[in-house]
Nanobody, 123 residues
């Protein structure tokens, strides 16, 4: 059974940092492209970053230069380091995987999803 699980969310002040983790069971994450998505209140879910099996990465403009995605294949983990967080980053964050090596931020390209984790940025 495939499971994807996010951790590391929480409450942080503007300008602060959080690191989200994505763990998987039931499959080897090193053969998956992994994406991070988020759904802000009242908005549709959007893809914000993804990392390929070769560790190339892609970011949406709103998080570029603030967020960094990485993977540790030995531990079967993918991380999203979020720095200089802003109130508009408040959202439920999702990790998702697909067993292709290319980069994509399109939601329908992914089929193994976590339950999501809340990130709240507020003073």
């Amino acid at each position: 059974q495939v499971q994807v699980m996010e951790s590391g969310g929480g409450l942080v002040q503007p300008g602060g940092s959080l690191r989200l983790s994505c763990a998987a069971s039931g499959f080897r994450m090193d053969v998956y492209t992994v994406g991070w998505f988020r759904r802000a209140p009242g908005k549709e879910r959007e893809g914000i970053s993804c990392v390929s099996t070769l560790s190339t990465a892609e970011y949406v403009d709103s998080v570029k230069d603030r967020f960094a995605i990485s993977r540790d294949n030995a531990r079967d983990m993918v991380y999203l380091q979020m720095n200089n967080l802003k109130p508009e980053d408040t959202a439920v964050y999702y990790c998702a995987g697909r067993d292709y090596s290319d980069l994509t931020l399109r939601e329908h390209d992914y089929y193994d999803w976590g339950q999501g984790i809340q990130v709240t940025v507020t003073s």
